[in-house]
């Protein structure tokens, strides 16, 4: 049956939920993502509160004959967070970034409304498990599956007669795969602007391919994402 959450246990479940929304938002603010510590811990204490809002809500203005429906206010929660989630992606030319944190925000505002429901195991568990993918797995896929990283590479040089080919060549040379290359030509001050996308092993190091493409006669401008 239905009861009002007393303000002790309102208190509590914040405090549960803020801890489990900082250790998630640790191992993201540790990864460097827009979304961090305060971002989840925050996130955590207003999905729980209103989870709890809502239950006592529910309570308080139930009517004789007529179910009092506690999720209703805490289904807004749920679709409202996409939005939240939607600002930690963020793109970097062709590479995509914050969707891993996008999905934990939104994991997390559910994880809230666990522990403002009062299932404090169910939220301890989906906390730990959640940090177990992670940390875990990132490492796993660092390691074993992710050979290679797509990089993002803008060359700004005076225009030369195999200056292109140079170019194309050494690029070549320190990718496993060269996904795009984009030449912009102006005519009047016979400059070029390439942007290349390339997946470049994790054993080349980036120095070394800088190195090599300033070298190259006319280059001005380098940069690599």
Known sequence: MLSEISEVQIILRVLVGAVLGAAVGLERERQDQPAGLRTHMILVIGATLAMVLSVNLGFLYARPGTPADPARLAAQVISGIGFLGAGAILRYGFTVKGLTTATSLWTMAIVGMTVGAGYYLIGVFTTALMLVVLALLNTIENRFLRTSVS???????????????????????????????????????????????????????????????????????????
């Open 151 to 225: 990089r993002f590479i803008t060359i700004e040089t005076d225009y030369h007669k195999g200056t292109v080919k140079d170019i194309r060549k050494i690029v070549q040379d320190f990718s496993d795969e060269l996904a795009s290359f984009n030449i912009q030509k102006h005519i009047k001050n016979k400059r070029l602007r390439i942007q290349i996308v390339a997946r470049i092993s994790r054993d080349q190091t980036l120095e070394d391919l800088v190195d090599a493409l300033s070298d190259i006669e006319g280059v001005r401008n380098l940069k690599v994402e």
